[in-house]
Every structure is written in structure tokens, then in C-alpha cells.
């Protein structure tokens, strides 16, 4: 039996107190825990960290190659939804997810899709069926049913979501929320269908109103959306309904920290230690019911040791007994990453980015660095023989969204805030469907960029005149294979030349990939057009 002591200073979350230990560990688990003399030279002994709500996809990493980075700041576990893998490949990426994680030493926990497609008003590369999330929910490696989307399915009672919702009743695993800003009635019906948890809140009110019908609230701090200061809070008063997640991280800010910084803000605003932590180890673990040690005899030996309770930087990560992580460096190896992938559109030309008008007058998207939610503003653009283009003088810029599954017409609109002054950027990674993503100040830098990932099937891309960046990302067209510190350099390279074309967002790649998500109101775009997320239907991209 593999065994080995470490000797630290024990946060007792449960009890609220610190002293000092010799922790034995044995055959993965923790054998004892024996009280020593206090000595304050020793490092702090958590529980791991799990973020309680992430797309893995979203980090451009495979799973594989997302512990390796995760570990090193501490998280042990992940509460993972593969729906954007699955909107790409079907089943065959929520099996690629689970069998790719399963490589290394870290705790993947997965959830059934429920919204796959997420709605028919997009075109996506795959679907999950009922049948298809019954046989998810018989498994193991499920936990949970992924979060459901559909919200108004849900308060309206419609017999397929409610079918989905009894599955997952029935195998006794909880039900994910996601409802930005439902409140009142709807938010009351919506929880007492079953939904036990929210992500998506982004007001102290909204969160509160949600406690109060028993969901529990995962503050979200994520490259794009970040909830934390307006939710942080309410772990005063209900650190029991309280957990961190980040939803979305691109691989830039995985490499600088993940949950562990959340805590250290937290810490840092006043919060108190053990309420703090008590959201970051021990809710996840009891909410979803995970094997996941919590630092007791007879626990999995998933844990921390710190190298103090203020910055939270982490000395080393044990997972089963096993050494993953130590003084900044990942210590799991690096595994075989297979490709698959769903991306059948080919070139475009400058033509088929032209759009005919008469008038100046458009709806416009407000992109709003740090929120998801996209305002609809009205604005005029510029008419140049007879075709409607950007006008970055007052940051109305054209969006493109083109299908990556067939041949078919982009869809074309506008939008504000991406700052860009020459150039354009671009994007398969679209949540939900992952079609292509492109804003520009002109059509041939729209198609250029457009171009070089249709190319590579699937990445992010940057075009000023002559200069082009692309960084590919062959798993779906949405997650690399390679090296995922190596990813994340070649991130930081591209996401700098779009700052240095002039975009001022704080991540704008990844809010590039939130301006197809038709679930968050007001106005998106989806490969079929112009969308009013409050109506939830198509709607005109030019003012009558």
C-alpha cells in the first residue's frame, strides 16, 4: 500500500477552526488525521477545488489537457456539461469528453445535455435525444442533467422537457438551471419543475429570489461573464446555497488561476474563511453527490496544500493520493488527444458577405464587456452603392455568422462595442451551435478571416491587411489537441492582435463567441438570421 504523512495546518471548514496535523494517506485515501503541535512554518491543508459549472470546450482545451492546468491551482473536480461538444458531434463528443478525461488523474464529473440543439432557430451538428440522455443517466460518469436551457419549455410544462426531467428524477441526479433574469411566477414554476441550481444570475436580487425557491447559486466568474461582485455577498447570510464556478474560460486565463482566485477575492472583500471555502470544496461535493474527498478518515485524498490563506497560491494538488501538481508545475503527463470533428462548409467570397440596402437606419447588437446579455440598439451604419457596411467612426461594425455544416448564406447584422478600427476576427467556437462568428470593419477582411478557418475546420482567426493570425482547433472545431500551455501562448498572441486592432473588450474572443447564444436576450445572431431573444423570434435587421 502506497502510503506517505504531511504534516499541515488543518482547515476544518465544518467547524470553523484551524490547527495543526499529521495527515496519513494510504491506498489513495486518508488513513488519519492526528493533531500535532501548532507550528504556523506549516502549509494549510484544504479540501480541493471544484468549479461547479463549466463548459471544458470553452477553455480550447480537450478535458485531458484542461487538468493539467486546472491542477495547479488547486481544482481537484469539475462539474462539466459537454453540451458544446455534443451541438457539434452528438453523442459521439459526449463520449469523446468522458473517454479523453478518463486518461488522466482528475475528477471529471459530466451531465446529460438537455438542450441539444439548444433551439431550432440555428443550425447545429448534432442532436441529443431523450433515448440519448436516458442511456447518459444510467451511467456512472453522469451526475446530473445538464443545464436546462429551455425555461420556458420548463414553466410551461412541455412534455418532451418534463420527459427529460423525469429521467433524471428517476436515477436521482439533480437538475441544472439556467434562467437569466426569470423571476417572480415564472422563476417559481421553473423551480418546483425540479431545477435545483443556477448560473446564470447576474443581480444580488435575481440570485436572492432564487435562494428563496431552494435553488442553489454558482457565482460565476468566467473570461466573458463575470458575476462575482454583484452576487459575492449573499454568501453572508446563505453560505450554504452558495458555490464558484467559471462556465467559460479561455485558455489564457486557466493557465493564470481558476477557483483559487475566486476565493482569494472573496477572502480579500471580508468574506469569512470558511464560508468561502465551504462554497469552493465541500457544496458541490454534497449537492451533487461526488466521490470526492472532503478531508476526512476514510475520503478520497483529494486535496490542497496552500502556501497561504490570503493569495491562495498552491504549494501541491494530491488527487487519489497521487501527487498532480507542485510549486506551479502540472505534474500529469501528457496523453494521446484523438480528433473528431463536424465541418463541411466551403469557402466563402467577399460576394457573399455583401448586404443590399436603402437605408441607414439598423437594429444593432450591444456587446457589453463582462455580461452575456446583448442589448438591442438602434444606430446607423454606412451605405456605400447601395450596400450596407460598418461604420467604425461610432463602432457600428458588421457580424457575420456563417453556417459550418453545408453550404448556405451567411447571415448578416450589426454590431457595437468591439471597437475594432481596421481588420476583422473570427470564431467556431459559437455557443451554442458553433457555427462560424465573424466581425469586421470590411467585407474582405470578414471573408479572409472567415476563410483561414474554413481551412483548418475550426479555430479563431485575426485579419489586418496582410497580417493573419489562426490558431486551429481541430476537435470539433472548438478544442485543440495540442499542449495546452502551448495553446494558451498561442491564444495570448492572437488575442492581442485583435486588442491592437482596436477592440477594447477585456476577452473579445470569447465574447465574440457569446453573440450567436440565442438563450440570452436581447438581440443575437444565429446562422439563420437576426433574433429578438425577448419575442424568441427572427426579427428584421433594418429599421421599418
Given at each position: 500500500?502506497?502510503?506517505?504523512?504531511?504534516?499541515?495546518?488543518?482547515?476544518?471548514?465544518?467547524?470553523?477552526?484551524?490547527?495543526?496535523?499529521?495527515?496519513?494517506?494510504?491506498?489513495?485515501?486518508?488513513?488519519?488525521?492526528?493533531?500535532?503541535?501548532?507550528?504556523?512554518?506549516l502549509p494549510y491543508i484544504s479540501p480541493?477545488?471544484?468549479?461547479?459549472?463549466?463548459?471544458?470546450?470553452?477553455?480550447?482545451?480537450?478535458?485531458?489537457?484542461?487538468?493539467?492546468?486546472?491542477?495547479?491551482?488547486?481544482?481537484?473536480?469539475?462539474?462539466?456539461?459537454?453540451?458544446?461538444?455534443?451541438?457539434?458531434?452528438?453523442?459521439?463528443?459526449?463520449?469523446?469528453?468522458?473517454?479523453?478525461?478518463?486518461?488522466?488523474?482528475?475528477?471529471?464529473?459530466?451531465?446529460?445535455?438537455?438542450?441539444?440543439?439548444?433551439?431550432?432557430?440555428?443550425?447545429?451538428?448534432?442532436?441529443?435525444?431523450?433515448?440519448?440522455?436516458?442511456?447518459?443517466?444510467?451511467?456512472?460518469?453522469?451526475?446530473?442533467?445538464?443545464?436546462?436551457?429551455?425555461?420556458?419549455?420548463?414553466?410551461?410544462?412541455?412534455?418532451?422537457?418534463?420527459?427529460?426531467?423525469?429521467?433524471?428524477?428517476?436515477?436521482?441526479?439533480?437538475?441544472?438551471?439556467?434562467?437569466?433574469?426569470?423571476?417572480?411566477?415564472?422563476a417559481a414554476k421553473y423551480a418546483s419543475?425540479?431545477?435545483?441550481?443556477?448560473?446564470?444570475?447576474?443581480?444580488?436580487?435575481?440570485?436572492?429570489?432564487?435562494?428563496?425557491?431552494?435553488?442553489?447559486?454558482?457565482?460565476?466568474?468566467?473570461?466573458?461573464?463575470?458575476?462575482?461582485?454583484?452576487?459575492?455577498?449573499?454568501?453572508?447570510?446563505?453560505?450554504?446555497?452558495?458555490?464558484?464556478?467559471?462556465?467559460?474560460?479561455?485558455?489564457?486565463?486557466?493557465?493564470?488561476?481558476?477557483?483559487?482566485?475566486?476565493?482569494?477575492?472573496?477572502?480579500?472583500?471580508?468574506?469569512?474563511?470558511?464560508?468561502?471555502?465551504?462554497?469552493?470544496?465541500?457544496?458541490?461535493?454534497?449537492?451533487?453527490?461526488?466521490?470526492?474527498?472532503?478531508?476526512?478518515?476514510?475520503?478520497?485524498?483529494?486535496?490542497?496544500?496552500?502556501?497561504?490563506?490570503?493569495?491562495?497560491?498552491?504549494?501541491?494538488?494530491?488527487?487519489?493520493?497521487?501527487?498532480?501538481?507542485?510549486?506551479?508545475?502540472?505534474?500529469?503527463?501528457?496523453?494521446?488527444?484523438?480528433?473528431?470533428?463536424?465541418?463541411?462548409?466551403?469557402?466563402?467570397?467577399?460576394?457573399?458577405?455583401?448586404?443590399?440596402?436603402?437605408?441607414?437606419?439598423?437594429?444593432?447588437?450591444?456587446?457589453?464587456?463582462?455580461?452575456?446579455?446583448?442589448?438591442?440598439?438602434?444606430?446607423?451604419?454606412?451605405?456605400?452603392?447601395?450596400?450596407?457596411?460598418?461604420?467604425?467612426?461610432?463602432?457600428?461594425?458588421?457580424?457575420?455568422?456563417?453556417?459550418?455544416?453545408?453550404?448556405?448564406?451567411?447571415?448578416?447584422?450589426?454590431?457595437?462595442?468591439?471597437?475594432?478600427?481596421?481588420?476583422?476576427?473570427?470564431?467556431?467556437?459559437?455557443?451554442?451551435?458553433?457555427?462560424?462568428?465573424?466581425?469586421?470593419?470590411?467585407?474582405?477582411?470578414?471573408?479572409?478571416?472567415?476563410?483561414?478557418?474554413?481551412?483548418?475546420?475550426?479555430?479563431?482567426?485575426?485579419?489586418?491587411?496582410?497580417?493573419?493570425?489562426?490558431?486551429?482547433?481541430?476537435?470539433?472545431?472548438?478544442?485543440?489537441?495540442?499542449?495546452?500551455?502551448?495553446?494558451?501562448?498561442?491564444?495570448?498572441?492572437?488575442?492581442?492582435?485583435?486588442?491592437?486592432?482596436?477592440?477594447?473588450?477585456?476577452?473579445?474572443?470569447?465574447?465574440?463567441?457569446?453573440?450567436?447564444?440565442?438563450?440570452?436576450?436581447?438581440?443575437?445572431?444565429?446562422?439563420?438570421?437576426?433574433?429578438?431573444?425577448?419575442?424568441?423570434?427572427?426579427?428584421?435587421?433594418?429599421?421599418?
Amino acid at each position: 500500500m502506497n502510503c506517505f504523512c504531511i504534516e499541515g495546518q488543518y482547515l476544518d471548514i465544518i467547524n470553523k477552526t484551524i490547527f495543526a496535523v499529521e495527515l496519513k494517506v494510504g491506498d489513495g485515501k486518508i488513513v488519519s488525521i492526528r493533531k500535532i503541535k501548532d507550528n504556523p512554518e506549516l502549509p494549510y491543508i484544504s479540501p480541493g477545488f471544484i468549479d461547479a459549472h463549466v463548459h471544458v470546450e470553452s477553455s480550447m482545451l480537450v478535458p485531458a489537457e484542461f487538468a493539467r492546468l486546472a491542477v495547479v491551482h488547486g481544482t481537484v473536480a469539475t462539474i462539466s456539461d459537454p453540451h458544446e461538444i455534443a451541438n457539434v458531434c452528438g453523442m459521439e463528443g459526449v463520449n469523446y469528453m468522458i473517454e479523453n478525461g478518463a486518461q488522466v488523474p482528475f475528477k471529471f464529473y459530466f451531465g446529460a445535455p438537455s438542450c441539444v440543439p439548444a433551439t431550432h432557430y440555428e443550425t447545429a451538428g448534432g442532436e441529443i435525444t431523450v433515448q440519448n440522455i436516458h442511456d447518459l443517466l444510467e451511467r456512472k460518469e453522469i451526475v446530473y442533467l445538464a443545464e436546462m436551457m429551455n425555461w420556458p419549455g420548463t414553466v410551461n410544462r412541455d412534455p418532451l422537457v418534463m420527459e427529460k426531467i423525469a429521467l433524471a428524477k428517476k436515477y436521482g441526479k439533480p437538475i441544472d438551471g439556467h434562467a437569466p433574469g426569470l423571476k417572480g411566477e415564472l422563476a417559481a414554476k421553473y423551480a418546483s419543475a425540479g431545477i435545483t441550481t443556477d448560473h446564470e444570475c447576474f443581480t444580488k436580487e435575481e440570485a436572492l429570489a432564487k435562494i428563496q425557491l431552494g435553488m442553489k447559486i454558482a457565482i460565476r466568474e468566467g473570461s466573458a461573464a463575470k458575476n462575482f461582485e454583484a452576487l459575492i455577498d449573499l454568501i453572508d447570510e446563505y453560505p450554504s446555497m452558495m458555490m464558484f464556478c467559471s462556465d467559460d474560460k479561455h485558455p489564457d486565463n486557466l493557465a493564470e488561476s481558476h477557483i483559487n482566485e475566486l476565493v482569494s477575492r472573496a477572502v480579500a472583500k471580508g468574506k469569512n474563511l470558511f464560508d468561502v471555502l465551504r462554497a469552493a470544496c465541500i457544496t458541490p461535493v454534497n449537492h451533487y453527490r461526488l466521490d470526492v474527498g472532503l478531508l476526512r478518515v476514510g475520503d478520497p485524498a483529494d486535496f490542497v496544500l496552500l502556501k497561504d490563506i490570503k493569495d491562495f497560491k498552491v504549494k501541491a494538488t494530491y488527487i487519489n493520493g497521487r501527487l498532480v501538481a507542485q510549486d506551479g508545475q502540472t505534474l500529469i503527463p501528457r496523453v494521446k488527444n484523438e480528433v473528431i470533428n463536424n465541418f463541411n462548409t466551403s469557402l466563402k467570397s467577399v460576394e457573399d458577405f455583401a448586404l443590399k440596402s436603402r437605408q441607414v437606419q439598423v437594429r444593432v447588437i450591444e456587446a457589453l464587456d463582462g455580461q452575456l446579455i446583448t442589448p438591442e440598439l438602434n444606430g446607423e451604419i454606412l451605405l456605400k452603392d447601395g450596400f450596407a457596411i460598418s461604420n467604425p467612426s461610432s463602432d457600428i461594425l458588421k457580424i457575420a455568422v456563417v453556417n459550418r455544416y453545408e453550404d448556405a448564406s451567411p447571415a448578416i447584422a450589426f454590431i457595437k462595442n468591439f471597437g475594432l478600427k481596421s481588420g476583422a476576427i473570427a470564431s467556431s467556437v459559437g455557443h451554442d451551435s458553433h457555427n462560424i462568428i465573424a466581425v469586421g470593419v470590411d467585407d474582405e477582411s470578414i471573408c479572409k478571416a472567415v476563410n483561414l478557418l474554413i481551412n483548418v475546420k475550426g479555430g479563431v482567426s485575426a485579419v489586418n491587411g496582410d497580417q493573419e493570425e489562426v490558431l486551429p482547433l481541430p476537435v470539433g472545431g472548438i478544442m485543440s489537441n495540442r499542449d495546452g500551455y502551448e495553446v494558451a501562448k498561442a491564444y495570448i498572441k492572437i488575442d492581442r492582435m485583435a486588442k491592437d486592432m482596436g477592440s477594447t473588450l477585456q476577452s473579445p474572443y470569447m465574447t465574440l463567441s457569446f453573440m450567436a447564444l440565442l438563450v440570452i436576450p436581447d438581440l443575437k445572431l444565429s446562422d439563420k438570421g437576426l433574433f429578438d431573444g425577448q419575442k424568441f423570434e427572427f426579427t428584421d435587421v433594418f429599421l421599418q
